[in-house]
């Protein structure tokens, strides 16, 4: 221990004779830990965002069925037709589910095209969705003006806006009780969301925010009198516990209902939660294994540098031996100012790797999370880079020859 702290001591001495050269040896290793760093907490912000948005819009009790196979679902099996638009969801569906155990209410949901206006004013990127008055009791609606659709509105010319889509119609005005027109045909306001930070809802894979909703029956205006296709069918459980059995039961009673094709998947908030973490992780580990290429090359630095101080330091490494210092003791000497330049460079990179992840996450509205994890990583890679790119320069000091290294100019 005393021999190691004695080699610590002699490694600051040796980097401060030489500051700018200790510096510029250790920028690939600032570059490199810092940018590991600051993308780890950038793509861990960006998950609990996306997270605080799927739990903020995506009831937790809710219960997604879906057309076909979508990865990390329930009952999931391809189907072609549903890929290019078909859909094999049908109103004997929801009866099928209204009939499963623990789930209270049941919710299909339908895509209408067309434009909705007001007067010469279009929000041509507006999602036209029709459902039941069900679809409050499986989603977290809030609402800035008016209400939801209710039973009283089946086959009424009435529309619910997204707080998005709101505002591009009628500014910050109360849209309740205007009137606005989808393929020419006027529909009445009775409510406006909140606009929201929520982008998305994954059960749907619709933008919210800039969406309207319709009756159910009402949507047949716009498919000459025939039931609108069902794109997705929401389904509120009683209880988060009985999420999962109730997923099985409901998997059960579709199959039935489908003649027991797995044409259908079912999505739970887990599922979602899990498919997204599993992607931005995916996008995250690829650009921080680019991002670690300058960590190999701050290692090469330091190997470099750490060559040309044991040819420098040759006659101090002869002295040395003379006096009786082992080839062990020489060995560790460099090997830890080797660790000592790189761990330095490594809490270097730390500190800036917070400044810039911040300065990113203030751009992107994204607030950063910095976990022990990615600062143990940084300090474990800092150190083993040191020793890695140490050990050979170390080697070479310590097989040099006491009179050989003495003799050296």
Do not use: C
């Not at 569906?93 to 909705?116: F, K, M, Q, R, W």
């Not at 209400?147 to 309740?176: C, H, M, W």
């Not at 660790?339 to 607030?367: H, P």
Request: hydrophobic share 45%; glycine share 10%.
């Amino acid at each position: 221990m005393i021999m190691f702290w004695e080699n610590f001591k002699m490694a600051l001495v040796s980097l401060r004779s030489a500051k700018l050269r200790s510096l510029l040896t250790m920028l690939g290793i600032i570059i490199g830990v810092s940018a590991v760093v600051s993308i780890l907490a950038i793509g861990d912000g960006v998950k609990q965002s996306v997270q605080n948005q799927i739990t903020g819009v995506v009831n937790a009790n809710a219960l997604a069925i879906t057309s076909g196979k979508v990865g990390g679902g329930q009952g999931g099996g391809s189907n072609a037709g549903s890929s290019l638009g078909a859909s094999t969801l049908t109103a004997a569906d929801i009866t099928a589910l209204e009939a499963v155990p623990h789930i209270t209410a049941v919710a299909p949901i339908s895509i209408v095209s067309g434009i909705i206006a007001n007067g010469t004013t279009q929000s041509n990127g507006a999602l036209l969705l029709a459902t039941t008055p069900s679809f409050a009791d499986t989603e977290t609606l809030k609402f800035s003006h008016g209400r939801f659709i209710e039973n009283s509105d089946n086959n009424k010319q009435v529309v619910v806006l997204g707080g998005q889509l709101s505002t591009s119609l009628f500014g910050s005005a109360n849209p309740v009780g205007r009137t606005v027109t989808i393929r020419d045909l006027p529909f009445t306001v009775i409510g406006a969301l909140q606009t929201s930070d929520s982008s998305a809802s994954s059960l749907t894979g619709s933008n919210f925010d800039n969406a309207a909703y319709m009756p159910f029956e009402t949507a047949k205006l716009f498919s000459a009198g025939a039931p609108p296709q069902i794109l997705r069918i929401l389904a509120q459980v009683d209880t988060t516990s009985n999420v999962n059995s109730t997923a099985s039961a409901a998997t059960k009673a579709l199959l039935k209902s489908h003649g027991g094709q797995n044409d259908f998947t079912i999505l739970t908030q887990k599922d979602i939660l899990s498919t997204v973490n599993t992607v931005l992780s995916l996008l995250t580990d690829f650009i921080v294994a680019i991002a670690s290429i300058s960590l190999l090359v701050g290692g090469i630095g330091i190997m470099n540098i750490m060559l040309v101080s044991v040819t420098e330091r040759t006659r101090e490494i002869g002295l040395r031996k003379a006096l009786g210092a082992t080839s062990g003791t020489v060995l560790s000497q460099f090997l830890i100012e080797a660790i000592v330049l790189s761990l330095i460079g490594g809490g270097l990179g730390i500190l800036a790797a917070v400044g810039l992840a911040k300065g990113i996450g203030k751009a992107a509205k994204i607030t950063p999370v910095f976990t022990p994890d990615s600062i143990i990583l940084a300090v474990g890679v800092s150190g083993a880079v040191g020793i890695i790119f140490g050990f050979a320069p170390a080697v070479k000091a310590a097989r040099k020859r006491p009179i050989q290294a003495l003799k050296a100019e």
